[in-house]
């Protein structure tokens, strides 16, 4: 496939709504300062909705000030980037309507068609760019998740693209490979000898996984209500996470060589059954309790009504394939929990044989391998050292941490935290899509999470109750300990 042509225009479908303006105008803007935009390149931001084209810009200025804050907008450069902007109200469902896109573009070769639109309105934008011609070969559609509800909707949903776009030109979004922090999981395994030899069930015990939230579901719920921490995070998010730590070396970093490696991790993910479902599973939704030091509601009375959605799931997950036979993967997400975790643990096997006097193995703390992507962004290897000091009959041995703060160590006048979408828009730029999720893949991660959906009809599991600010429900720790391991808390 030859290269993709560099993108001269992007449409942003949905371009008056919380996404855009929280993340992808401020993304945008972020990209002309460091001057990564193409010379000419146009924005044009659709949405229903009559708006002056003055009011339009006020709210994208407002937007890019509260995201570039403690720092002030610069002026030479908003007024680069406000001459790139435009608004257009047009209901993008209709091909008829999109002539006034077409005009806005002004004769852009390869634009980009930006959907931050709700997931049902996919299928009826991706066919009127089809019927109004707007959809080139040079084109690309970039998607959020979710791309549908389960296999059979995503499946509707990528067979429509598949009649417009061919796949190199659709980027299905997770903004978490667009984080740094998880872009370095690449580098960490593939950049350093040492930890590949070791990374297998010969001398790893087990993985953990924790994407944890402060955040109720709040406003949220008429969409979250619908999905459920296991369709919200797990599909997406969490595996995408698991993918990365356990996948096989890709050749190369190119975009296939990448996602297939990641596509034969989804297929060995041993599937739920109905009996699995209550050993290896727990979901959870928050009850009032307190969070961040102040009350808070339970998610029904956030919702208005009782609901059988889970705000927490915690998993047990076999990989079955050589590599990680025996090494149990076990993953938790949820609202309202403690504190704002991302974290990957990789813990280590002890020693075989302990040589230190009478202390036994079990004494000897084992290596783990600890990465936090947020919000702290550290990584710290466990090691056992000798604590400084006489003593008598042996040796007194204590855990500490070798420890890289990428924070402090890429720190400087000028550093800033990235927002994982300004990474991602300028690969669709570039047309590369290797940080993107491919059709395969998104349908094998719905065929696995469809598989523990059903386990949990099957066994007819609600949801537990936990307090809001809590861990999850008391079976979340069962779970583990079931296996004689315990979260890291
Ligand atoms: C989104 C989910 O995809 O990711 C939200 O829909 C969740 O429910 C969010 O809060 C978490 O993203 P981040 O970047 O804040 O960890």
Redesign the pocket.
């Given at each position: 496939m030859a290269k993709a042509p560099e993108a001269d225009a992007i449409v942003l479908f949905g371009g008056a709504g919380d996404l855009a303006l929280r993340m992808l105008f401020p993304s945008l803007y972020f990209l002309d300062a460091d001057g990564f935009l193409p010379e000419g390149f146009r924005i044009i931001a659709v949405a229903r909705s009559e708006l002056a084209a003055e009011d339009f810009r006020r709210q994208v200025r407002e937007a890019v000030e509260t995201r570039a804050r403690p720092v002030a907008v610069d002026e030479a450069v908003w007024s680069r980037f406000a001459a790139r902007l435009d608004y257009r109200a047009v209901d993008a469902t209709q091909a008829g309507e999109l002539k006034v896109v077409e005009a806005a573009l002004a004769g852009a070769r390869a634009p980009i068609f930006y959907l931050a639109l709700s997931p049902s309105l996919y299928i009826g934008v991706c066919q009127a760019l089809w019927a109004s011609g707007l959809a080139t070969p040079q084109s690309r559609i970039v998607l959020e998740?979710p791309i549908g509800q389960n296999l059979e909707s995503s499946r509707e949903i990528n067979a429509a693209l598949a009649e417009v776009f061919e796949e190199e030109q659709v980027f299905r979004i997770d903004?978490?490979l667009g984080?740094e922090t998880v872009q370095n999981l690449i580098a960490l395994r593939f950049a350093n000898t040492l930890f590949e030899p070791l990374w297998n069930n010969l001398t790893i015990d087990h993985v953990q996984i924790t994407?944890a939230?402060t955040?109720g579901v709040g406003e949220?719920w008429p969409y979250?209500d619908e999905y459920g921490a296991l369709r919200?995070?797990v599909q997406?998010?969490v595996l995408q996470l698991l993918c990365l730590v356990a996948m096989e070396p890709p050749s190369d970093m190119d975009a296939d060589s990448l996602r297939n490696e990641k596509v034969k991790v989804l297929r060995s993910l041993r599937p739920f059954t109905r009996h699995e479902a209550g050993q290896s599973s727990v979901r959870g939704q928050y009850v009032a309790g307190v969070a961040g030091g102040e009350a808070v509601a339970a998610y029904e009375a956030e919702r208005g009504q009782p609901s059988a959605t889970e705000t927490f799931v915690a998993l047990r997950v076999d990989i079955d394939n050589w590599r990680w036979a025996g090494v149990p993967f076990f993953l938790r997400t949820g609202k309202r929990l403690p504190e704002r975790r991302?974290q990957i643990a990789i813990q280590f096997k002890g020693v075989p044989h302990s040589i230190f006097g009478g202390q036994a193995t079990t004494d000897l703390t084992a290596n783990r391998l600890v990465i936090d992507l947020?919000p702290d962004e550290d990584i710290e290897l466990l090691l056992m050292n000798k604590a400084p000091g006489l003593s008598q009959g042996g040796m007194r041995l204590q855990s500490l941490p070798l420890s890289l703060s990428l924070l402090k160590a890429y720190s400087g006048p000028n550093s800033r935290r990235r927002i994982?979408y300004e990474r991602l828009i300028l690969d669709v730029i570039h047309g590369d899509n290797a940080l993107f999720v491919r059709r395969d893949e998104v349908e094998q991660a719905w065929r696995w999470v469809d598989g523990v959906a059903e386990a949990w009809d099957e066994a007819a599991m609600a949801p537990r109750p936990y307090p809001a600010g809590s861990w999850g429900p008391a079976g979340a720790f069962a779970l583990i300990e079931r296996a004689g391991r315990a979260w890291y808390e």
């Open positions: 998740k903004h978490y984080k994407v939230e955040e949220r979250y919200d995070m997406n998010h991302t947020q994982a």
